[in-house]
């Protein structure tokens, strides 16, 4: 498994209330099998026997039934601190998740949630940007200056605005931004090397939805998809369309747990 650059979305997992409704859903809709967590109420997801994500059983019915993404970091108190530095907050301490790594829960200053993985056994994703697998995240917010700033500061991240088109803007003041991408520090900012994104919760979005990421998988048919998560007792809750790098959805599962289906531009018709 190789490693994941600092500040890189290295893991994915959904808490839910029922996980074997869960594995149903999951595994009909993107083919996944499931490996169970050592008797603990956990399971791995495999895409061609390859790790993709996880599937919890939620501890208290009060938790959200979410998706989380994790970002991989080296130095795990480091980046906790630099988090309460830059105006966010800590949910969970460090603690350690077996062999497998170090894990913390942490929230951005708008508010939305993400995870922190250092890694000792377990690395993250063994598969991703492949049909079954993780592909992108993107946090969605109210607050984009502060929270640009933000993951800029803790992660190091380096944006590129885009146009609905989907070009680099950077040099247009004029242009109508309300898109970012975010690449490593110490490469060069843009599409090719980006490896997650903001947007904006506009006014034409209810005040009390919270901010969230949003994460993303690969699939080779959006419009087919969207149709299974219904069957399987999903909900669609933007219907496919078009963007510049595929045509995408967003759906619900059926128990209620928030993702997109990305089916990318190599894999259209």
Same mark, same amino acid.
């Given at each position: 498994m190789a490693a994941f650059a600092h500040s890189a979305p !290295? =893991?994915?997992? @959904?808490?839910?209330?029922?996980? #074997?409704?869960?594995?149903?859903?999951?595994?009909?809709?993107?083919?996944?099998?499931?490996?169970?967590?050592?008797?603990?109420?956990f399971a791995d997801a495999l895409s061609g026997g390859r790790l993709v994500a996880g599937l919890a059983a939620k501890k208290d019915g009060r938790m959200p039934t979410a998706w989380g993404v994790y970002f991989a970091t080296d130095d795990i108190r480091a980046t906790v601190a630099a988090i309460r530095e830059h105006g966010g907050q800590i949910i969970t301490d460090p603690v350690r998740a077996g062999l497998a790594g170090i894990v913390a829960q942490a929230a951005d200053p708008g508010g939305a949630v993400f995870g922190l993985w250092q890694p000792e056994e377990r690395e993250g994703f063994e598969?991703?940007?492949?049909?079954?697998?993780? !592909? =992108?995240?993107? @946090?969605h917010t109210r607050?984009? #200056?502060t929270v640009d700033a933000f993951y800029e500061k803790v992660f190091g991240f380096r944006g590129t605005d885009l146009d609905e088109a989907?070009?680099?803007?950077?040099?247009?003041?004029?242009?109508?931004?309300?898109?970012?991408?975010?690449?490593?520090?110490?490469?060069?900012?843009?599409?090719?090397?980006?490896?997650?994104?903001r947007s904006v919760i506009t006014d034409a979005f209810p005040a009390e939805m919270p901010s969230y990421f949003l994460t993303y998988f690969a699939v080779t048919d959006c419009d087919a998809a969207a149709e299974l998560a219904v069957q399987l007792g999903g909900r669609v809750s933007a219907p496919p369309f078009d963007i510049p790098y595929g045509r995408m959805a967003v759906l619900h599962d059926d128990q209620g747990a928030l993702f997109a289906v990305l089916q990318p531009s190599e894999l259209l018709p």
């Open positions: !290295c =893991w994915a997992d @959904v808490q839910l209330s029922d996980l #074997e409704a869960g594995k149903r859903f999951y595994g009909g809709l993107l083919g996944w099998t499931f490996r169970a967590g050592d008797g603990m109420p598969k991703q940007n492949e049909p079954g697998s993780f !592909c =992108w995240t993107e @946090v607050q984009p #200056e989907g070009n680099d803007v950077s040099g247009d003041a004029e242009a109508l931004v309300d898109f970012r991408m975010w690449s490593p520090e110490g490469s060069e900012p843009g599409p090719d090397t980006a490896v997650g994104g």
